[in-house]
Every structure is written in structure tokens, then in C-alpha cells.
């Protein structure tokens, strides 16, 4: 079931990606209007693939310790503060 959903999110990302060098051909506010639709498809592929990949790190049961937290904890600081 993962392995399908994040297959399928990350196709809809990269179909995004795709259509946007395609849109060379197009006038500029044509462009533009379908250039930022693209973007927020591909932006919502993208942070859905991410959900998906804390569910799955979420139920391993495996993760289940002190250390499994605190290495989670550190990756997603690093992720989230560097935008900072």
C-alpha cells in the first residue's frame, strides 16, 4: 500500500514538473496562470510523499526508542530550520 501511494504521489510530482517545461510554448499569462497551478500541484506531491514516508516511520514498530526518537527529532530539525 505505501509503496503504491508513494509511487502514484510521486508520478503526479514529476508529471507536474514535466508540464511546466512544456508550457514554453504558450503566451505569457497563459503561462504564468498555468505555470503557478503547476508549481502548487507539484509543492502538494512533494509534502505528500513526506507524509506518507512519517506514517510509515511512525508505525514501524522498530522506531519504537529513545534512539529511533531522538535521530527522527534531529533529521527533521535539520529539514525544517533550514529553511530558516
Keep these: 500500500m505505501h509503496d503504491e501511494m508513494g509511487a502514484s504521489l510521486t508520478k503526479i510530482t514529476l508529471l507536474g514538473e514535466a508540464a511546466e517545461l512544456e508550457m514554453a510554448s504558450q503566451d505569457e ?23 506518507v514516508d512519517e506514517i510509515v516511520w511512525a508505525v514501524n514498530p522498530g522506531n519504537d526508542s529513545l534512539e529511533g526518537f531522538a535521530d527522527y527529532l534531529c533529521h527533521f530539525s535539520l529539514e525544517f530550520l533550514k529553511l530558516a
Design 29 to 51: 499569462a497563459e503561462r504564468l496562470s498555468a505555470k503557478a497551478r503547476l508549481q502548487r500541484i507539484s509543492a502538494l506531491g512533494r509534502s505528500l510523499v513526506a507524509s
